[in-house]
C-alpha cells in the first residue's frame, strides 16, 4: 500500500480551513511534531481488542462528551462532572445488559468541527463560520473568526491536561466501585432517575460486600478499582494529525499511530472514498469510526470499508450511523443489509443526535430526547430484524445542567433554552437526560438478551 503520514495532501480535501498565514501555519505544524504524543500505541492496541468484542456483541460501546469542546469552559470541574455522567451511564449500561462497557469519551481534542455553511450571516453581516476553537473563536468579528495555527498548540496543551485528569480519574480512585455513590451530580438528586441509580447503586453495593467477604475488594482487584477509559474525537484537521502521526518506538512494531487520541473517526461530510480524510485514515493502526448519514450510498460505504479495513480485522472499524428518528428504519437497514451480504467485521453504533437536530421556535438550535430515544430503538430495532449486533452508542452529552436539548421527564422547554445554553457547538444532552436514556438503553438491552437467550435455547 502507498500510504505516508502526508500522502493525504495529494487529494482533495473538504472542511479545511483557509490559513492566511502559511508560514506561521508551517512553524506551528513542525512545533507540534516535537511534542510528545498524548496517547500510547499499547493503549491503541488495547482498545482495537475491546472493539472487537463490541463488533461481536460481547461488550457494548459508550461514546460521548461535548459536540465541541472549548477553551473557555475548560476546566477541572467540567472535565469531573462529565467523567461521573459517563461512569454512571456506563455503571446502568453494564447492570442491564450484563456487558463490559467500553467507554470511549468525545474528550481531550473535539477542538474543530465541519460545518454546513462556511460563512454565518448576522444582520447582513458576512464572516466565516465558527468552525472550533483549534480554528477560530466563536465571537462574530473579523478578526475572531480568522483561523489562527497557533490554537492548534493550544489545542494540544488543553488536550494534554484534559487527558492526563482523565488519567488521574480513571485509575486514581474515583472510578473505584465502592464509590458509586459518590458520582450522583447534585443537580440530579432527588429527581427519578436519581432513585433508579441509587437502587442499582445499592445492589451493586451489596454485592461487593458479598465479594469482600470472599477476599475480592479493590486493593486486590484492578477491575473494582479503576476503569479504562479512552479518547476519541473527529479527525477534521489532517495537519494537526499527521504532526501528532508516529511510530510505535518502544514496540517497534511496524505501523503509524495517531497518537493525539485513542480512537479517531471521519465526520459524515469529509467521507470521500477519494478523499483526503479517508486516506489519511486507511494508513494508521488505530481503530477508527466512520459517520454514516442518510445520504450513504451502500456500495459507497462497502468501497469505503474495503479501503479502511482490507484485511477485515475485528475492531478497527466502527460505523456510527446518524440517520434521524424518521428515517433510520429506511435508511440504516440497506446499509446493514450490505455489510452482512459482504462479510465484513465491523462494529455498528447508533448516533441519534446528528440526525435529530431542528430549529426551535425561538431560533435556537435544539433537540427532541423523544427524537433521539426514538433513533435508538429504531436502530435496535433493524439490528433485531437482521439478526444484526447493535454495538453502542455515542451521545453529545454533558456533565453540566444546562438546558439545550428539550424534553425529558424533567422537562426542558423550548421557552427554558435560554436559561442554560452554553454549548460551542450542538446542543447536548444534560445529565438528567442522559442518566433517563442510559436507563432505556438497559431497557433495550435486557430485552435484546432475553430474546437471544430464547433463541438459543429454541435452537438447543
Ligand atoms: C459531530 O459528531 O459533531 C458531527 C459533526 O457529526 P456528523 O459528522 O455525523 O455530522
Ligand atoms: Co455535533
Redesign the pocket.
Known amino acids: 500500500m502507498k500510504w505516508s503520514t502526508n500522502s493525504w495532501q495529494e487529494f482533495p480535501i473538504k472542511q479545511f480551513p483557509e490559513y492566511s498565514d502559511k508560514a506561521k501555519l508551517s512553524e506551528t505544524e513542525k512545533e507540534l511534531a516535537k511534542r510528545p504524543p498524548l496517547v500510547f500505541a499499547e493503549e491503541v492496541r488495547r482498545l482495537r481488542r475491546r472493539l472487537a468484542s463490541v463488533a461481536e456483541g460481547k461488550s457494548f460501546l459508550l461514546q460521548g462528551g461535548d459536540?465541541a469542546e472549548s477553551f473557555l469552559e475548560h476546566n477541572a470541574n467540567n472535565i469531573r462532572d462529565s467523567f461521573k455522567v459517563f461512569l454512571q451511564m456506563a455503571v446502568v449500561l453494564t447492570f442491564g445488559s450484563s456487558l463490559p462497557v467500553v467507554k470511549i469519551g468525545r474528550f481531550a481534542g473535539q477542538y474543530s468541527?465541519?460545518r454546513s455553511s462556511p460563512v454565518e450571516v448576522i444582520d447582513g453581516i458576512e464572516l466565516p463560520s465558527y468552525k472550533g476553537d483549534m480554528i477560530n473563536d466563536m465571537a462574530f468579528d473579523k478578526l475572531s473568526r480568522e483561523p489562527d495555527p497557533i490554537r492548534l498548540l493550544k489545542a494540544y496543551d488543553k488536550s494534554a491536561s484534559t487527558l492526563n485528569l482523565l488519567r488521574a480519574f480513571a485509575s486514581g480512585g474515583m472510578a473505584d466501585l465502592t464509590k458509586i455513590q459518590e458520582w450522583n451530580l447534585e443537580f440530579v438528586n432527588g429527581t427519578k432517575e436519581a432513585e433508579r441509580y441509587e437502587k442499582i447503586a445499592e445492589k451493586i453495593s451489596e454485592s461487593l460486600s458479598f465479594m469482600n467477604a470472599c477476599g475480592i475488594t479493590p486493593s486486590n482487584t484492578l477491575q473494582l478499582r479503576e476503569t479504562e477509559f479512552y479518547t476519541s474525537h473527529?479527525a477534521l484537521l489532517l495537519n494537526y494529525e499527521e504532526s501528532l502521526t508516529r511510530k510505535d518506538t518502544i514496540t517497534e512494531e511496524k505501523g503509524w499511530f495517531a497518537t493525539s487520541a485513542h480512537m479517531l473517526w471521519i465526520?459524515?461530510?469529509t467521507r470521500d472514498l477519494d478523499g483526503a480524510h479517508v486516506e489519511y485514515m486507511k494508513g494508521i493502526s488505530n481503530p477508527i469510526g466512520v459517520?454514516c448519514?442518510p445520504t450513504l450510498d451502500p456500495d459507497e460505504l462497502i468501497k469505503i470499508i474495503e479501503k479502511l479495513n482490507p484485511l477485515n480485522q475485528p475492531g478497527r472499524l466502527t460505523l456510527?450511523a446518524?440517520m434521524g428518528a424518521k428515517n433510520v428504519f429506511k435508511n440504516l437497514k440497506p446499509l446493514v443489509q450490505a455489510v452482512k451480504k459482504n462479510g465484513l467485521v465491523v462494529g455498528w453504533c447508533c448516533?441519534p443526535m446528528?440526525g435529530n437536530t431542528i430549529k426551535a421556535s425561538n431560533g435556537f438550535k435544539t433537540r427532541k430526547v423523544d427524537d433521539i430515544m426514538d433513533e435508538v430503538k429504531g436502530f435496535f430495532d433493524v439490528h433485531s430484524e437482521l439478526e444484526s449486533i447493535p454495538g453502542g452508542v455515542h451521545f453529545?452529552m454533558t456533565g453540566q445542567n444546562v438546558t439545550e436539548c428539550v424534553g425529558g421527564i424533567y422537562t426542558v422547554k423550548e421557552s427554558n433554552l435560554a436559561d442554560r445554553y452554553h454549548t460551542h457547538?450542538?446542543p447536548r444532552l444534560n445529565a438528567k437526560q442522559s442518566l433517563e436514556l442510559a436507563f432505556l438503553l438497559a431497557e433495550l438491552l435486557v430485552e435484546r438478551r432475553k430474546k437471544l437467550n430464547k433463541d438459543l435455547s429454541k435452537v438447543s
Open positions: 459536540c468541527k465541519p473527529e465526520g459524515d461530510r459517520k448519514g456510527i446518524r448516533d446528528h453529545e457547538c450542538d
